[in-house]
């Protein structure tokens, strides 16, 4: 497939890209340079005119640009980038959409303090978190245009980010600590990457609708999500248990 990665220099992008570039051809965006063998457009996610044009002989679009802090461009990129994905994937006639996100733009504070075992089709209560709300909005935004087009999205939701093997976290996190807790909503790196393959590989006539929502991480003792669903039908498989994460060390 010819697939087109906007936000491809973030945290999350060179290893979606080491997961996919074996078998597809890949055509990498972002607003900042980014140094690669793959072709590659600086792009604005937030410029309608720029999506479009980058998305020109495109068979998948998978979103991964984000800003979290900044209120009008948090809004720019989060929620009207959406938009602009969506308006390039009609006008090209792309019908499979990887959108991404953090899993509070289903299940803000009202789940995630006081339910268990929450799945990814709750209805939404993404709080009042600038990044969950306009993440959350971004999402509704998909789900609607494919009410009326031809075009499977898929929404892959993630929060913590890990190296399984040396332990380290992405920027700003908290840090692992063997034999002690982690977030309840945890995935290795590379796991996180596994998941894009096998939302390009899954047949968009077997999802149960054209918009769907997973969450992807791997089975933590906590109980708080589940990741029965992505599995179930998307086949992933983490491969990071992360149990020295959260099993206690013995003394």
Known sequence: MNVLILGANGELGPHVVRALEGRHRLR??????????????????SDIDQVIAAADGMDVI?????????????????????????????????????????????????????????GP?????????????????????????????????LDLLFY???DAETHTVESGS??????HDLVPYTVSWGDAAD??????????????SRSEVFFVFPDLPHQKFSNEKTRRILGWEPKDKLDQFWKKAKS
């Open 28 to 45: 990498l965006s972002d607003i900042n340079e980014l140094e690669t063998r793959h072709e590659y457009l600086k792009v604005d996610a």
């Open 62 to 118: 998978i979103n991964l640009s984000v800003l979290r802090k900044d209120r009008r461009l948090a809004f720019d990129v989060n929620a009207r980038g959406c938009y602009n994905m969506m308006v390039a994937a009609v006008e090209h006639g792309i019908d499979r959409v990887i959108n991404t996100g953090p899993f509070y733009v289903v299940a803000g504070p009202t789940y995630e303090r006081f339910d268990h075992m929450i």
């Open 121 to 153: 089709d709750v209805p939404h209560q993404p709080g009042t978190y600038l990044y969950a709300l306009t993440k959350s909005l971004g999402q509704e935004i998909c789900r609607v245009f494919t009410d009326s087009h031809d075009i499977h999205v």
């Open 160 to 162: 913590m980010f890990l």
């Open 174 to 179: 908290p840090i692992a600590n063997i034999g």
């Open 195 to 208: 998941a894009f393959g096998c939302a390009l590989d899954v047949e968009l006539d077997s999802l149960p």
